[in-house]
């Protein structure tokens, strides 16, 4: 799958180069590397608009940039698509690098990066990447799951109390209604619970 | 007071504001070697930076927004970490600025809706820190007047330092941050301040010392010292005549980089809520009442769904070890460990009302 998509589409890089780091002159070894440097951001105000109007696979930032904060907001609030972050750590910075390993990194990279070191790092933090974003997606939906089974139950609870019915006749009513008027059932409990709110 | 012979060295982080004058202070005038310890301080260029480096150890505690402790502790962003509040050191000083022409049509009554139906787009407005004080500040500014922050506007976060520089390259409509910031875009004319984070909540709580909670549990006795030296430092720093120097202070190139009348500015000119780092006490004593209202914030914008916010709170703010602290300095400790505070828009905090938690009186403003 990695072979494919470097060999048809290449990477697409964003670099971070706002502190005394020479992120620059990675831009070669990159693209060496086979990746493609779409982008170079000089402060957090142009890395917004370059990852809303490039749309890279990878941003690629130091430690130490002021920009990490502005990352986070994208990653923690979801306003774009999060996207896998490289980071370069000071030298024996790694008990940072492995605490540090957040909802939008990925990656860490200590220092005097060789351009051979580079590939499978990036590589790495793209499959971690894609890895995370699954299992991120999936614990999304079960926790949708239980919510939608929380509004349900409310909605039964209400039914056999103001109708008097059993649990299990409840249940058959509201999957009755919900056919009926073509409404998932968390949809049609959520607005019972609602509207029983209204009537007190 | 006896000098033990040997210092005990602490690494503090702090970020680029005039609220770090605590740890400034405390190393300048020496109160540090009066606890025995050495403070070394070392600026960090982010929040995430103070945060990592917080997990890490390579700081043993930091001057740090008070969300940022407890997004850290729920692993908001970050895998969890057990942290500890040991003192709030300092309450207002916050503001939001808005371009000049918007904040003339702000200030002359036009609602934010109005100014944003005008540009034909949702505002975009910078923060400083995902889970921060910052964030909060400006959601809640926004959700008092209508404007949904996560729908109708476009909330992004740009480090303070390039406040200015967003703005005058039009970026943003405005921004919500600590000073000297918004004195630096007033004076480039590139913002005006419109809103005084006092007028959101008076009296809010702002940075606080954060540290592992490992530290504040294995060395009590030195979270317990680290504690009496800001806490002489924030009621040195309340003398009005003692600003001109801490200005001085920060001003210095380590530190915040920035001339000391721009740091002064602000500091005395304040209408709303002036900055407060002591006020006898009432400013620094780690409020579990204060902590929750964070958690309910989280809570209202989507950021967190756990349960037993009261028992996170209790096991993050260090209320004994502050008490323990404040009365070996002959600081006061507050009647009532609840304080009470009317918001902008008229909820009271705590809520007493004992319904489910309130969001505000425009509870529909919710995630």
Known sequence: MMAAMTASTPLRLLLVNDTDRPMAQLHAALTAAGYLVVAQAQGAAELLQLVDSQSPDIIIIDTESPSRDTLEQLALMGHAAPRPVVMFAEQGGLPAIQAAVSAGVTAYVVDQVAASRLAPIIDMARVKFEEDARLKKRLLQMEEQLAERKLIERAKGILMERRQLSEADAYALLRSQAMQSGLRLAELSRQLINSSKLLG | ?367
């Open chain 2, 1 to 367: 007071m006896t000098v033990p012979a040997c210092l005990h060295t602490l690494n503090l982080g702090f970020v680029a504001l005039t609220d770090c004058a605590p740890l400034v202070v405390a190393q300048r005038l020496g109160l540090d070697r009066e606890m025995g310890l050495q403070f070394c301080l070392h600026r960090q260029p982010s929040w995430s930076a103070v945060r990592d480096k917080l997990i890490s150890g390579q700081l043993d505690a930091a001057h740090a927004l008070y969300g940022l402790v407890y997004g850290m502790q729920l692993g908001l962003g970050n895998p969890p970490c057990d942290m500890a509040i040991l003192m709030t050191l300092n309450q207002n000083g916050q503001g939001i600025s808005l371009a000049p022409a918007l904040a003339d049509a702000y200030c002359q009554g036009a609602s934010l809706m109005e100014i944003s139906q005008q540009l034909g787009r949702p505002l975009a407005l910078a923060h400083t820190f995902p889970t921060g004080t910052h964030a909060m500040w400006l959601y809640y500014w926004l959700a008092a007047q209508g404007v949904h922050p996560l729908r109708d506007a476009r909330c992004v976060v740009i480090p303070p330092a390039q406040m200015s520089d967003a703005m005058q390259a039009g970026v943003l409509d405005g921004f919500c941050a600590g000073q000297p910031w918004h004195a630096l875009a007033q004076q480039r004319g590139v913002a005006s301040l419109v809103t005084d984070s006092a007028v959101i909540w008076p009296n809010h709580p702002e940075k606080v010392l954060a540290c592992r909670r490992e530290l504040a549990q294995q060395q009590p006795d030195v979270a317990g010292r680290l504690v009496q030296a800001l806490l002489l430092a924030c009621h040195w720093l309340d003398q009005p005549e003692n600003h001109a120097l801490a200005a001085a202070w920060l001003a210095a190139e380590d530190c915040l980089a920035m001339p000391a009348e721009l740091i002064l500015q602000h500091w005395t000119a304040a209408d709303a809520g002036p900055l407060h780092f002591c006020d006898e006490g009432r400013v620094n004593y780690p409020y579990p009442s204060d902590a929750l209202w964070f958690l309910q914030q989280y809570r209202r914008w989507g950021m967190w769904q756990g349960n037993d916010a009261a028992a996170v709170v209790a096991s993050v703010n260090q209320t004994a070890l502050y008490e323990q602290a404040a009365r070996a300095c002959g600081l006061s400790l507050p009647a009532v460990h609840d304080r009470h505070s009317v918001l902008m828009d008229g909820s009271h905090w705590p809520d007493y009302s004992g319904s489910a938690p309130s969001v505000g009186a425009l509870s529909q403003y919710t995630h």
